[in-house]
């Protein structure tokens, strides 16, 4: 086996393309077709509005629409006022031919805005999913760009919040927005006609308008907080509710009945307290609301039924009135809406941008080699790295042959983890090089580095797919058979077999419904699978019985006798397995050889071993 | 976690997720004004059972007449609301028709006087039904809540837990909107539905009955349409976010992986296919509301405008059978195409209220089911406290099995004596954990008996044996909250002195003073994150604290990382000293400690003895003994 090297150059020469990236889905859907501006100079809407201006036809034809159907329907209550003034005539026998002209106008421009509302309303809708969708999107497509140290750092709950809220809040403010301009239209057709009527009674129609507006803000603005504390109390309720479910046993060991209710109950009281509290303030404000906006109702009729006995406006003209005073209320109540959406839209905005601003700290240089094959040479050169400004390693050096088995030991807390990861450089060192077949790792594309060494952490994560899908993760398209010979060398296919559903078993949430060795050995067939010239074992098998763990170890041999693997472990049944130990204390590499020559030579090795390993010989006490 | 949030937020299935920051400051001022209950003490009993099946009927009851007021006040209410057609019809055909100002000036007194009572009403009505709804809500989750810790722990292995939740959450929920706002607005809905048509009826006979066999059927087949597609569009809409949700939790909690096993492209491609079909449910449910809202709308204006040329029609006497006695005039006309939009309205929100019924009704018949269960272990109706046990346990010929054919334990006797430790030992699935719950009567032996201090079990109040009683599982359970909270579980009265006390027996005291906040750390947040061999620790504080006389061990010091395995066995020995102790271990280091040692297998107890009695016995634990002492010294450790 040789290592081939291909650079830059000779890729595009059209040597086959090697992207290392296992796909094994088909897109259904298109990705996004834009995303947001980079400028954090520029204010929240601008950053936001390159996803709006995709859509931007779409987006037109659901505003003409709407438009349209405004503009069919507003005319509508000046007919019905126009029929009710020829009833006094009907009764007189005059001109019918005039009123069926005028039902079969309004048939068709009720058909007409049926027609137009709904396609207008659709295609807004539609719009509005597609921002969201996009919007989610982007955020995911910008989260696997990261690097390991961003995800040391955040809580999962707080993106997933902000992939849920803050994207619905962005989302409704840009579509509700254009809105107001249909909004804001319609008020000016049904205000010439009120106008056009009598302006006093269009004075005295609004007067309790304001009061209206005021009043709802008002509401608005006591309610949102009250209506957040009673979502974050009914949290808590379900809280002490789950926790007393999951951890029955506990509360019953302990004879805590009695607290746990208790607890619960002051959670409940909380809940009645705040949702009590909104009753009482809407109970107020609510009829106040209404029951002005009919005033202004009573007012119309009272001072307008006087100026139809004044002769000065016609009765229909009075009940077209009505109907207006309907749409010219709407864009006050509307803005207020809009402004309070505003604030909600920029913070959760500004949330988002919080995570699509983070850049990638590991990123490729601009003209990445491509290795195949690699023999395994590993070589760590004057390594200094440090986690924030805390130095882990300083001037760390050692050298791993093709082929080769180290363990690395060392206390805890050594750095002995941060070795590997450097390895696949999830983090980036400060000085000094990591060598693989002797070209610079920072040379070569990152995913190309990753798909050569293979590493198996401790706590294996397993996702909540069937067993056959977590094995294949780095590799969705194996075939059975391969899968199959993973689970065996890692000495996983029986347990798995001897489930109910064997390799279609839906793992639980976090692989918590398999123990610990059966986790660590899936996760090791996961690793097996790719089949990497190069093996990372972080403390990969600390949970796995020692038998099993040797014959793992001679399964590995058997399917590459020239891989090279890195075990890191505490137990001494793991650290024999290896061919020579690299004893790391204190930032660099103190001593290599094998196990029997460290333990004769260096006395800090057996020390640290022995702090490590004080139970293996702890039966002999009693 | 289902069913938190505005109306709009749990129709599309969003989990609650904290309160915006721009909003906490407001939040944390109203929660000044929050009494903090601390004088509420519940008392738990393990007797009250539920006497009654539950019905909404028999769960109301001490409340009816409560509720008939409410019921008052909710027809006074819409009584009033449709005086103001009537009032207009008056105004037209008395007023403004004949012109005389006068009467105006009378209506217009009349409607601002029955506005003001209206109001009023309507405000009173809404504190009344509101509060009375937050009671007995309260009322039920207590009741519920209370049953639950009083069910046994079978009940909790055949529960899934999520459906459990649902109990508490989305049912209790479901049966609130059908008490605040079902209850009240079929009664509500209804009456002002006969109103209308009664008025109308009064206004015109024969445009009355085209609203009503023409118009209604057409807007009530519409709306049951719309409802059937919506509630089936929106269920879709939750699972296709509820995919996203997941797929994104995962991906951020495995991102690690993802990166090494280069799946970012993978599951972009992914996760766009879950955001599209999410995307595609919401159109789907999109395209259903515009059909809908713009119909609903048609069906109105429309209607609308056949009442007036029809009514037009009656006036112009065209057609004079349609108003044989002549009464209709210009103002009823008006009036009546004014009422028509609400005349629809009841129509749609009874139909609305029928799925809330049907929901209500499902949660009822859920809560029944839930409350009826009996717990498995029940208490005696006068049940011995018994005080400062010595934990001298006799276990009397005893046989268990979960399932009828699969017997776990048969005819076993075993006496463990005041303050001796014993450990059992044996294959996986023997039955040690088992025996380990049927001491703390967590189950019922089929036949046979357990005495602790000569006390019969099942004669003894649990929650005296619970409260000296100490059992450690395998999966330390930590609560939300500090560590200090978690540790304090067992014991909610002790000191911080105490609670340092049972950190330093256990050995966690140099990990509490290493955490920035120290005992107040909170265990769950991602960043201070335990490890599982210290959230190991933690249990057994946990239990140390309790100070229990007897304490039980279910394999509570496995899956312990090597670290932490010192630390453990040094927790045991301040843990164990002076208790009667049962420990289950497949560590054969932890199992070793113990004064007797019994081997757990083919249903009962096969060897029993001191560990050098069994080693010289050759049999099973020899055995074990012998391989485990192989997989040690196959390292050839030479050990100073």
Sequence with gaps: MSATLIDAAQKQAGAPSLDFEPINVEARFENPRATIDTDRAKNWFKRVFPILWVNKWAFSIGIAMTILAMLVGVALPAMTGQIIDELPNAITGNQPDHFLFLVIVMITLTTLRFIFGFLGNYQMSRVSNQLEADLRSVIYNHLVTLSFSFYD????????????????????????????????????????????????????????????????????????????LTQSHQADVAVIVDENINGQRIVKSFAQEQNQLTLLGKAAKKLQWVQVRAIDVSSIFNPIIEHLTVLGQVLVWVYGGWLVIQGEVQLGALVAFNMYLMIIQAPFRFLGLLLQMEQ????????????????????????????????????????????????????????????ETVAIVGRTGSGKSTVVRLLSRFYEISSGSIKIDGIDIRDLALKNLHFHVGQVLDEPFLFSISIRDNIAYGKPDASQAEIINAAKAAQAHDFIESMEKGYDTVVGERGYTLSGGQRQRLGIARALLVNPPILVLDDATSAIDVKVESDIHDALVNLMTERTTILIAHRLSTISLADRVVLIDEGKAIATGTHQHLLETVPRYSEILSQQNRLSEGGSKS | MKGFGSKHASAAGLPFAGIPPEMIEKTNALMKDEPDFNDLNLTFSHQASEQQPFSLLNFLSPYKYRMLGALGLVGMTEALLLLGPYLIKVAIDEAIIPKDFSVLIW????????????????????????????????????????????????????????????????????????????????????????????????????????????????????????????????????????????????????????ISFNRMKHNIINHRNRVGDYRDANNYTA????????????????????????????????????????????????????????????????????????????????????????????????????????GDIKIQNISFSYNENEPVIKNLSLHIEAGKIISFVGPTGAGKSTLAKLIARFYDPNKGSILIDDYNLKDLSIKSLHSQLGVVPQEPFLFHGSIKDNIRFSNMH??????????????????????????????????????????QLLALARAFLS?????????????????????????????????????????????????????????????????????????????????????NSGTNLSHQ
């Design chain 2, 494 to 535: 002790a000191s911080s002195d105490d609670i340092m006390k049972a950190c330093k027996a256990v050995g966690i005291e140099d990990l509490i003073e290493r955490l920035p906040q120290g005992l107040d750390t909170p265990c769950h947040e991602r960043g201070s994150s335990l490890s599982s061999g210290e959230r």
């Design chain 2, 287 to 390: 395209r259903a509301s515009a059909t809908y809202s713009s119909a609903t709308m048609f069906v109105d204006s429309a209607t609308t405008i056949i009442i007036l040329a029809v009514g037009y029609l009656i006036l112009v006497d065209v057609n004079p059978e349609l108003d044989p006695q002549g009464t209709f005039t210009v103002g009823a006309l008006v009036a009546f195409a004014n009422m028509v939009s609400r005349f629809f309205k009841p129509i749609n929100s009874l139909v609305g209220l029928y799925n809330e019924f049907q929901s209500g009704n499902a949660a009822v018949i859920k809560l029944r089911e839930l409350l009826g269960t009996p717990p498995t272990v029940k208490e005696k109706s006068h049940p011995i406290e018994i005080e400062d046990m010595r």
């Design chain 1, 344 to 403: 909600r839209a920029k913070a959760s905005a500004g949330r988002i941008f919080e995570i699509l601003d983070e850049q990638p700290e590991i990123t490729d240089r601009a003209n990445t080699l491509t290795l195949k094959n690699p023999r395994g040479v590993l070589e760590f050169d004057n390594v200094d790295f440090a986690y924030k400004d805390d130095p882990v390693l300083t001037g760390l050096s050692f050298k791993v042959e093709s082929g």
């Design chain 2, 107 to 258: 209506v217009a007194t009349i409607w601002i006087f029955s506005l003001f009572i209206a109001g009023f009403v309507s405000g009173f009505r809404q504190r009344y039904v509101g509060r009375l709804g937050q009671l007995l809500m309260y009322e039920l989750r207590i009741r519920v809540f209370a049953h639950l810790q009083r069910l046994s722990l079978d009940f909790f292995t055949k529960e899934k837990a999520g459906r459990l939740m649902a109990r508490m959450t989305s049912d209790i929920e479901a049966l609130s909107n059908l008490l605040q706002n079902g209850l009240v607005n079929l009664v509500a809905q209804t009456l002002s539905l006969l109103f209308i048509i009664g008025i109308l009826l009064s206004f015109n006979v024969k445009l009355t009955l085209i609203l009503l066999v023409i118009a209604a059927p057409v807007m009530l087949a519409m709306t049951i349409w719309f409802k059937t597609v919506s509630s089936k569009g929106y269920a879709n809409v939750r699972n296709r976010i509820a995919d996203v949700l997941s797929d994104l939790q995962e991906s951020l909690s495995g991102m690690r992986l993802v």
């Design chain 2, 547 to 631: 100070k229990p006389r007897v304490l039980i061990l279910d394999e509570a010091t496995s899956n312990i990382d090597q670290q932490s395995e010192s630390k453990i066995e040094r927790a045991l020995d301040n843990l164990l000293q002076g208790r009667t102790a049962v420990i289950i271990a497949h560590r054969l280091a932890t199992a070793m400690r113990a004064d007797i040692i019994a081997v757990v297998k083919d249903q009962g107890i096969v060897e029993m003895g001191s560990h050098t009695e069994l080693i010289g016995r050759h049999g099973y634990y020899a055995e074990m003994h012998q391989t485990w002492m192989q997989q």
């Design chain 1, 153 to 228: 750092n955040i809580q999962t709950g707080q993106v997933i919040s902000r992939a849920n809220s803050d994207i619905k809040a962005i989302q409704m403010f840009l579509m509700m927005s254009p809105m107001l301009l249909t909004s804001v239209l319609s008020f000016v057709f049904a205000a010439v006609y009120m106008l056009s009527v009598s302006i006093t009674l269009t004075l005295a129609a609004l007067v309790t308008t304001p009061i209206v507006y005021v009043l709802s803000m008002k509401l608005r603005a006591i309610m949102f907080p009250l209506s957040w």
